[in-house]
């Protein structure tokens, strides 16, 4: 895949991001770098759903995922102490 289509599907999950974000939901995206400030080690996303199941669904219409552009892997977060996030909205 050429770099021209690859920005086309990045511009599209940016895109996705913001949609999810204007419906009042908790979500970031973002890419990971070194200490010289070079990318390269893959991305992040973080957002709130109300369970795994769900998670993995509204991952599944991420246009970088739905078009194999990236590996990935879908990882719930549980607090040490119990508590939950208190995010104005979640997915699901």
Not at 58 to 75: F, R, S
Request: glycine share 10%; aromatic share 10%; with cysteine.
């Amino acid at each position: 895949m050429s770099n021209s289509e690859r920005k086309k599907f990045l511009l599209m999950h940016k895109q996705w991001v913001e949609d999810i974000r204007k419906c009042g939901n908790y979500i970031h995206s973002g890419y990971l770098i070194n200490e010289e400030k070079r990318p390269g080690g893959g991305g992040l996303l973080i957002f709130e759903a109300k369970d795994y199941f769900t998670a993995k669904k509204i991952i599944g219409n991420d246009p970088m995922i739905k078009h194999e552009l990236v590996i990935w892997d879908l990882q719930e977060w549980i607090s040490i102490d119990g508590s939950q996030p208190k995010f104005s909205n979640h997915l699901g």
